[in-house]
Every structure is written in structure tokens, then in C-alpha cells.
């Protein structure tokens, strides 16, 4: 493994689940786009991929700074996310996808709002996913500022810049979504009284693969789960204040 840069400012956080046709290009990519002059430094949450994503992930960490948490067993996205975060040494990190629908040339804009709000929150304005998973997300949507009034347009955006203090305190609580990370996330943000800012950040196609999670079939039984975990949550945070 590439020793790590000396006290990074930055770490970007990436998931990874069975990505070995895009990973190298999504993490080379975000490499070359970042700006120089941030010490900057990779967490890589691989989940039990089975397709060759641990090996390419071995020799990019060799010419590219970068911490690896393997695992050989699924855990699951929400996870992967909670140990990278458990994982941050930096003073900010950055959470994206590995499935290279996030722009790294959207980052600058991400890094120049870090004092403005606790959190830097990206929004899609041209998503670049399914019918059928945009419907059910913006349902859910509906349903979701119902209960939060969350002042965002796209609490699911996997596109997220916040501090270690927010991470630290967190990190514990992120537990009741294991299929909408984010939703959870930017709720209990709102709850604990943390600001967010907002920034429209371009969303690309996946560079390869589909997503195995939000399949059609499968939508019904996540959507209940939502529905059941935002209750959870709101019961949890109602007596609530920024720490």
C-alpha cells in the first residue's frame, strides 16, 4: 500500500461493491481532477466483491494514496459508508459513489462552501437514473419533508462534504437505513441542527454496470423499509440539539 500522505486535509470516502469494470477510471479520474494543492488521501470501503475489484484496488493503492478496508463478507453500503467515516483522520471528508456518476470537476465549488455550512449537500438536477427509481424516490421524498422539513431538494445525493467533528458524531447513530444512507444521513443532520448548503452538481451515467440494489422488483420491499426507518428516526431525534 501507497504510505499515506502526512495529515491530509481531505479524504474522499468511496464504497465500492463489485465495480471492477469503472473503479480504476472513477478513482484515476478524481486523482488527476483534484487540485494540487490539497493533500488529499482515499478511503476505500470494498464490500465483499466478488468480480476482481480487490486486486485492481491493490495495485492502484501502490502509486495512489489510499487506505483499503476489505472485507470478505457483504455488509452492505450503509456499512461500508459508517466505517469509512469511523476510518477519517483528515479534517474533512468527502463521500462519493464508486460508480462514476459523481463529477469531479463539481468538487472546487464543494471546497470553497466547507466553512459556509456543516454540511456541503450535492443536488442533482438532471438525474441520471431509472423512471422507475426517480418515481419512487421523489414519493418518498414527499413523504420524507412531511415528517423533517429537510430545507434540500435531494437528500439522496451520494455527493457530500462535511467536517470530522460531523462525522464523529454521526457516524454511531446511522443505523436504521441500510438502502437510503443519505436519507438518513441529512435527517439527522437537520434534527441535530447542523446548516447545509446546497450546490447542483452535475450527475453522469454509471461508467459501467447497473446497480443491483435498486432493481425494480425490489423497490416495493426497500420502499417499506424507508418507511418504517424514517419513523424510527424521527423518534430517535426528536429531542435533538447541534452537539
Known amino acids: 500500500m501507497t504510505d499515506k500522505i502526512a495529515t491530509p486535509e481531505l479524504e474522499i470516502l468511496l464504497p465500492v461493491h463489485n465495480e471492477a469494470d469503472s473503479i480504476e477510471v472513477t478513482i484515476r479520474e478524481w486523482y488527476s481532477e483534484l487540485p494540487q494543492d490539497i493533500r488529499f488521501c482515499f478511503i476505500i470501503c470494498e464490500d465483499g466483491s466478488r468480480?476482481?475489484?480487490?486486486?485492481?484496488?491493490?495495485?492502484?493503492?501502490?502509486?495512489?494514496?489510499?487506505?483499503?478496508?476489505?472485507?470478505?463478507?457483504?455488509?452492505?453500503?450503509?456499512?461500508?459508508?459508517?466505517?469509512?467515516?469511523?476510518?477519517?483522520?483528515?479534517?474533512?471528508?468527502?463521500?462519493?459513489?464508486?460508480?462514476?456518476?459523481?463529477?469531479?470537476?463539481?468538487?472546487?465549488?464543494?471546497?470553497?462552501?466547507?466553512?459556509?455550512?456543516?454540511?456541503?449537500?450535492?443536488?442533482?438536477?438532471?438525474?441520471?437514473?431509472?423512471?422507475?427509481?426517480?418515481s419512487m424516490s421523489r414519493l418518498f421524498y414527499l413523504i420524507y419533508q412531511a415528517v423533517f422539513s429537510v430545507p434540500?431538494?435531494?437528500?439522496?445525493?451520494?455527493?457530500?462534504?462535511?467536517?470530522?467533528?460531523?462525522?464523529?458524531?454521526?457516524?454511531?447513530?446511522?443505523?436504521?437505513?441500510?438502502?437510503?444512507?443519505?436519507?438518513?444521513?441529512?435527517?439527522?443532520?437537520?434534527?441535530?441542527?447542523?446548516?447545509?448548503?446546497?450546490?447542483?452538481?452535475?450527475?453522469?451515467?454509471?461508467?459501467a454496470g447497473r446497480t443491483q440494489v435498486y432493481l425494480v422488483k425490489k423497490m416495493p420491499g426497500i420502499f417499506f423499509r424507508h418507511l418504517v426507518a424514517i419513523s424510527k428516526i424521527w423518534l430517535q431525534t426528536r429531542n435533538r440539539t447541534t452537539e
Open 51 to 134: 468480480d476482481g475489484t480487490k486486486a485492481i484496488l491493490r495495485g492502484l493503492s501502490a502509486e495512489i494514496p489510499m487506505r483499503l478496508n476489505m472485507s470478505d463478507e457483504r455488509k452492505g453500503y450503509s456499512q461500508a459508508v459508517r466505517e469509512g467515516m469511523m476510518m477519517l483522520e483528515a479534517e474533512w471528508l468527502l463521500c462519493i459513489d464508486a460508480d462514476g456518476q459523481c463529477d469531479p470537476k463539481d468538487f472546487e465549488r464543494f471546497w470553497k462552501a466547507r466553512n459556509a455550512a456543516d454540511v456541503v449537500l450535492g443536488w442533482r438536477v438532471d438525474r441520471q437514473d431509472t423512471l422507475a427509481r426517480k
Open 152 to 207: 434540500v431538494h435531494d437528500p439522496s445525493c451520494p455527493y457530500v462534504l462535511f467536517s470530522k467533528r460531523v462525522a464523529y458524531n454521526l457516524a454511531s447513530e446511522l443505523r436504521e437505513m441500510k438502502q437510503g444512507f443519505w436519507w438518513e444521513f441529512v435527517a439527522r443532520v437537520h434534527r441535530r441542527g447542523y446548516s447545509i448548503e446546497e450546490i447542483p452538481v452535475r450527475h453522469r451515467r454509471r461508467a
